[in-house]
């Protein structure tokens, strides 16, 4: 997939509507963005965030309506080669019921301890995973159960990190379950993803939609 070009994303004309029924969960929708901004999508619940960004990732394709990346219409882009660009954290995660390790070698299997610690670092966990008797050798239990929140979150994150390869990041509510200290956690964690990187955060709290350039209301 060649990354060049001005606008990273473009929504034409977008509409959509699930099967047996006429109700368009999406109308007509057009907005762009840019390589490294940052943008909030925001509505109120019901008004098709989470389904922008099912279309933007490719689960979902428009009932009428063209959606571009880099200029090309996403339906002649290999699914896969996308998804590789792709970065999700959202409100709910796949975590296995295994190391903290092992967790993150999901994301890249041949990673070097170094490359372990340092994305640990810039997701802010890495001095958590320091204070367990058992270090990254720490199993988490059943999706993550023996972690709080914000602690997934952040292991998520780190995973998101390791890939290396992430130029879109894409934060599903990602910190609306989430207390007021672990939220502003995961947004320094956030702040430390790179310029040239892309965010798009759906969020309803302020603090979220503040770490954005813009935002664009549904």
């Known amino acids: 997939m060649n990354l060049t070009g001005d606008n990273i994303i473009e929504f034409r004309n977008v509409s959509f509507s699930y099967a047996n029924t006429d109700r368009k969960v999406v109308n007509d929708l057009n907005f ?3 390589k490294g901004e940052r943008l909030a999508i925001t509505g109120k619940s019901g008004a098709g965030k989470t389904t922008v960004l099912k279309l933007m990732s490719g689960m979902l ?6 959606i571009l990346f880099f200029g090309k219409n996403i339906d002649d882009i290999d699914l896969d080669n996308l998804h590789k660009h792709l970065g999700f954290i959202m409100q709910e995660n796949i975590l296995f ?3 903290i390790k092992e967790n993150l070698f999901y994301a890249k299997t041949d990673a070097s301890n170094s490359e372990l610690e340092t994305a640990c670092q810039k997701a802010f966990i890495r ?3 320091r204070t367990l008797p058992d270090g990254m050798e720490t199993v ?3 999706r993550g159960i023996k972690l709080s929140g914000g602690q997934k979150q952040r292991l998520i994150l780190a ?3 390791l890939r290396g390869t992430n130029d879109i990041f894409i934060l599903d509510e990602a910190t609306s379950a989430l207390d007021q200290y672990s939220e502003s956690i995961i947004q320094e964690a956030i702040g ?3 310029e040239d990187k892309t965010i798009i955060v759906v969020a309803h709290r302020k603090s979220s939609i503040l770490l954005c350039d813009r935002s664009i209301t549904l």
């Open 32 to 34: 762009s963005i840019k």
């Open 61 to 66: 394709r428009p009932s009428s309506g063209k």
């Open 97 to 99: 019921n295994s190391t």
């Open 127 to 129: 001095d958590f995973i």
């Open 140 to 142: 988490i239990g059943e």
């Open 159 to 161: 995973r998101q990190f």
């Open 192 to 194: 430390s993803i790179g």
